[in-house]
């Protein structure tokens, strides 16, 4: 029974020490990444680039939550993402920092 209790304690901590990363699944991790990238104009292997375009940035309901739909155009090919991120700089616009909370 205290080792449930001690398992238990620990995943909180955890939980609430990792904070926004954990929060933010893989695929909100990845685009972060991406866009930390983009904003530094890195060159990625073989030559190719990130670049992404927001189409759209808006706020929603919840404060400091945001709506952004973005084009990531990557190498010859591209994709278009509605995203819903945690504007953790207050820029009111999605950059390298901002917790990604979802990609749709």
Same mark, same amino acid.
């Given at each position: 029974?205290?080792?449930?209790?001690?398992?238990?304690?620990?995943?909180?901590?955890?939980?609430?020490?990792?904070?926004?990363?954990?929060?933010?699944?893989?695929?909100?991790?990845?685009?972060?990444?991406?866009?930390?990238?983009?904003?530094?104009?890195?060159?990625?292997?073989?030559?190719?680039?990130?670049?992404?375009?927001?189409?759209?940035?808006?706020?929603?309901?919840? !404060?400091?939550?945001?709506?952004?739909?973005?084009?990531?155009?990557?190498?010859?090919?591209?994709?278009?993402?509605?995203?819903?991120?945690?504007?953790?700089?207050?820029? !009111?616009?999605?950059?390298?920092?901002?917790?990604?909370?979802?990609?749709?």
């Amino acid at each position: 029974m205290a080792r449930a209790h001690m398992v238990v304690a620990l995943g909180l901590i955890v939980s609430v020490a990792s904070g926004a990363a954990l929060a933010q699944g893989p695929a909100g991790r990845g685009l972060s990444v991406m866009v930390c990238i983009a904003e530094q104009g890195a060159a990625l292997p073989a030559g190719s680039q990130v670049n992404i375009v927001t189409l759209s940035d808006n706020e929603t309901e919840q !404060e400091g939550v945001r709506e952004a739909v973005v084009t990531i155009n990557h190498g010859k090919s591209s994709s278009t993402h509605a995203v819903v991120y945690q504007d953790v700089d207050g820029s !009111e616009s999605l950059s390298c920092g901002d917790a990604v909370l979802g990609v749709f």
